[in-house]
């Protein structure tokens, strides 16, 4: 740090998680992490704390007193995209994929270790700073539209609202039409880490875009992995994404 400035303000986290042991046990290692961590007990308390806090990062248990998580995510994400990292009891596909449609970025089923909440919360941050710090631009698939720098999607006339992950997910798939990646590639170079158990989450955040952006928007390759669909060859050099 250079003579006389003034050290970066902690990141805030919020942990919503009735399960008191489990909270305090997150939180404290994440304490130890050089962050400011709040904690809510139950859904109603966890959208006001996030409403008053406005944290960079939220660790959401899926089952929740008064509101469960689901809902809390709905409401944390409608002003704003801020990362969520859900928790779960149940390694359900099911709701891996009902809690990706509104808003969740990554899962843990538990029992997790902390070495692992702390890995997937430093990767989701590393991935807000690295598209933030990007440079900007517009990137189509077919009639969708990603804006690079406001992070805003449209598809014809109607703006779409993506989490920050299926946003990464389908702005990296868009920069390189019609390239095929597999769900290990996907997950070092869009999600930050590489693990076996992470390919579920990738195909469950596929199935959230073509939920929003249509069947089209990302094609499966069997046997390999996913890629854009490839309009380039329809497209204008100057609608062509690079």
């Not at 409401?75 to 149940?90: F, K």
């Not at 902390?114 to 900007?136: F, I, M, P, Y």
Request: hydrophobic fraction near 40%; charged fraction near 25%; include cysteine.
């Amino acid at each position: 740090m250079h003579p006389g400035a003034a050290p970066a303000p902690a990141r805030t986290i919020v942990v919503i998680e009735d399960e008191a042991p489990i909270a305090s046990a997150v939180a404290a290692r994440l304490r130890s992490e050089g962050f400011a961590v709040e904690i809510a007990a139950d859904g109603p308390a966890g959208v006001e704390t996030c409403e008053r806090a406005r944290p960079d990062l939220v660790v959401l248990d899926l089952m929740l007193p008064g509101l469960d998580g689901l809902e809390v995510c709905r409401r944390i994400q409608h002003d704003r995209p801020v990362p969520v990292l859900m928790l779960t009891a149940r390694d359900s596909e099911t709701d891996k994929v009902v809690g990706l449609a509104v808003g969740a970025d990554d899962y843990l089923t538990k029992p997790f270790s902390s070495r692992e909440l702390v890995a997937r919360v430093h990767a989701l941050l590393r991935r807000v700073d690295r598209a933030a710090a990007g440079t900007g631009g517009v990137l189509r698939v077919d009639d969708v539209q990603l804006d690079t720098t406001s992070r805003r999607v449209q598809r014809g006339n109607d703006t779409v609202h993506l989490t920050p992950t299926e946003f990464d997910l389908l702005a990296h798939l868009a920069g390189h039409p019609g390239q095929v990646f597999t769900r290990s590639q996907l997950l070092d170079q869009v999600w930050g880490y590489s693990d076996g158990s992470g390919a579920r989450t990738v195909d469950s955040h596929v199935r959230a875009l073509r939920r929003k952006l249509g069947d089209e928007i990302v094609r499966t390759v069997h046997g390999v992995g996913y890629a854009a669909r490839d309009t380039s060859v329809a497209a204008d050099s100057g609608d062509r994404a690079s």
